[in-house]
């Protein structure tokens, strides 16, 4: 008689926790993006959907705008009320919304997302995303007549955009070149570009805004390329200045004196480049420079900018880079002056550049100092045209005492002559920094 009151006892036990499973309170619960969603042309939201208890048994999901409501997903998962769903996994749901194909105006619009769970309690959750729907692309207005752009050289434009946009700026190919409010006319928009020395004529600077919808415009440059040729050297290396150098920059012994030296030379510089771009990404939206760019005092000009350069060992090419920026010597640990007012945004190693400073000067233009032997500055301090901030050496790949400068204009290097010339500033920047009326070139 015990062992059947027992046998009753467990079956009860094991019947009430069948039932509390199956009267769960726990609703299944919906992952998705629920902060406003700007819709353009076409927008894909995800959604992810579980229940620990008894399992999901459908998922309906549809688009209220004004009065018309357009159903997007619904779907019933294999299961029943007493061992619940037949798969227990997340449900991984992705809706289109085409507003064009949907006969959607622009406007405010609700996206809902319902699950319910197979438990007794039929609970279900609700989730609500809101949408704006916008399919107009910006409107962009260059207000920058025909410019002529030497090759490896920089320019400036001049923009207006009718509505508010996510990004914009002006596209070299691969870079993008960050607009920034102009001057004096904040309702308009203006951005430095580069022109790297091997652009394609495919890759001619173009304008493009993207909205907070995705939707994206595109608007030609009008420019004319002044073509120039650039310099040409060989680097013959010898087995002392490659031990001494890799010594320097990697330490340790190494055997292979060639692989060692193409490591620094190849890969450290692709690594420096990279380093450098993301320096750059930030710049202060003002313009802080004033006048033309300070080369160094009493320096002669060695290597130039866009130096194509062969470097040989034993009679043989073994690697070809392009030198990208200016070699200046004056004497042995020459003061290093800033060449404009801005900030110090890097004071520190940089692999084949040694010690250098990069300083900051506004609208995406910066200027770096490298292989100097001291450092006389901290990084984030406002330096102004001529201060002292460091002294030439040679750190880095360099062969003798010199300064490596070299500017860049969103992370992209470009000839220093241009930023040295004041009358060049004057017409292709100044002219466009301080218009009160549309300019031309």
């Known amino acids: ?32 993006r629920t902060q406003v969603a700007y819709v353009g042309k076409e927008h894909a939201h995800q959604f992810r959907v579980s229940d620990e208890g008894m399992g999901i048994e459908r998922v309906r999901i549809w688009l209220v705008s004004g009065d018309v409501e357009i159903e ?35 406007g405010e619009a609700t996206l809902y997302a319902e699950a319910y769970d197979f438990s007794w309690s039929g609970n279900s959750t609700l989730v609500e995303v809101p949408l704006v729907i916008d399919a107009k692309a910006p409107r962009i207005s260059l207000l920058t007549g ?46 430095l570009y580069a022109l790297p020395p091997d652009t394609a004529a495919t890759d001619s600077p173009r304008i493009v805004a993207e909205d907070r919808a995705g939707n994206r415009t595109v608007v030609p440059v009008s420019i004319s390329i ?18 001494l150098k890799i010594a320097e920059i990697l330490g340790g012994e190494r055997t292979d004196l060639l692989a060692a030296y193409l490591e620094i030379n190849r890969d450290m510089r692709a690594e420096n480049a990279a380093t450098i771009r993301q320096i750059c990404e930030r710049s202060s939206g003002e313009r802080l420079w004033s006048e033309s760019f300070l080369q160094m005092p009493n320096s002669r000009v060695g290597a130039r900018f866009g130096e194509r350069r062969s470097y040989q060992y034993k009679g043989r090419t073994v690697d070809t880079q392009v030198h990208m920026g200016y070699d200046l010597a004056s004497t042995s640990h020459a003061a290093v002056p800033a060449a404009n007012d801005g900030v110090v945004v890097f004071a520190d190693d940089l692999g084949i550049y040694g010690q250098a400073v990069i ?6 233009l910066f200027s770096l100092y490298g292989h100097l032997s001291e450092i006389g500055v901290e990084h984030g301090k406002p330096v102004s045209r001529g201060d002292t901030i460091g002294r ?17 204009v969103g992370g992209v290097f470009v000839d220093p002559l241009e930023w040295f010339d004041g009358k060049w500033i004057k ?11 549309p300019p031309g070139s």
């Open 359 to 364: 300083i900051d000067h506004g609208l995406s």
């Open 72 to 106: 997007l997903h619904d779907e019933t998962y294999d299961g029943n009320l007493w061992s619940g769903a037949a798969l227990q996994l997340p449900r991984r749901i992705e809706v289109t919304i085409e507003p064009k194909e949907m006969g959607l105006g622009p």
């Open 392 to 408: 030439t050496g040679t750190t880095g790949l360099a062969g003798g005492d010199h300064l490596h400068f070299a500017m860049l």
């Open 427 to 437: 017409e292709h920047v100044e002219a466009k920094l301080t218009i009160e009326e």
């Open 146 to 191: 025909l410019t002529y752009v030497r090759r490896g050289g920089a320019e400036a434009v001049v923009y207006e955009i009718d509505e508010p946009v996510d990004s914009h700026g002006v596209l070299v190919g691969e870079f993008l070149f960050a607009g920034f409010p102009h001057p004096t006319r904040p309702e308009r928009f203006t951005a």
């Open 226 to 243: 002044i073509e120039k040729g650039f310099p040409e050297d060989v680097i013959v290396l010898s087995d002392g200045f490659m031990e």
């Open 1 to 32: 008689m015990r062992i059947v009151w027992l046998l009753i006892l467990v079956l009860a036990g094991v019947m009430t926790g069948a039932l509390i499973t199956r009267f769960e309170s726990d609703a299944p619960v919906i992952d998705t």
